[in-house]
């Protein structure tokens, strides 16, 4: 199956995946949807190329066999990454939501107000991504990031970037609704 062969495939069964994934990916975890959409289609392209298609049913079917198992197996991730942070020493909700920016002061021409905007919306991350944000704030590095969470050091630099993505999100949310702006993040 060629590139432009598997571009098409990926088209046509766009809706049936995001089917799939939207039935067995826990609500909490949507953010991963993509993820697990290009992890279908990675592995069902693998198998192709390996022949591993028997033909026992329709190509459909199957694509929505290994989106549900991708969705599945995503779901059995983000709990296990979940239950890491916690007994890595979760502090309480508050502590947590406050812990960057305990001793954080808004530098000269910034709007406080929307600095409380910011920690707002850093409060309302996943905790996965929130205390790797949490961290990079209060200045530690990847690996010391890593070592606290007891993840490796790409799982951070992943989670930072997700985590900076949803930040921009929300911000540009906040854009459409007619809001204040939070700085130049």
Partial sequence: MGEAEFSRFVEDT????????????YERFAYAIDDVAQETYLRAY?????????GDSKLTTWLYTIAR???????ENLIR?????EKAGKRSEEDSRSFAFENEKP??????PTWEKAKLWIGNLPEAYRSVIQYYLSGYSEKEIAEVLGVPAGTVK???????????????????????VWGKY
């Fill in 158 to 180: 992943s989670r930072a970037a997700r985590g900076k993505e949803m930040l921009r999100r929300m911000q540009n949310s906040e854009k459409r609704e007619g809001g204040e």
């Fill in 81 to 85: 990454e979940e239950t890491k942070a």
């Fill in 107 to 112: 530098e000269d021409g910034e709007n406080l």
């Fill in 69 to 75: 198992n991708e969705s599945i197996r995503m779901n």
């Fill in 46 to 54: 693998k198998a192709l190329q390996k022949g591993q298609f028997r």
């Fill in 14 to 25: 766009r809706e049936i995946v995001l089917a799939a994934i939207s039935r067995y990916l």
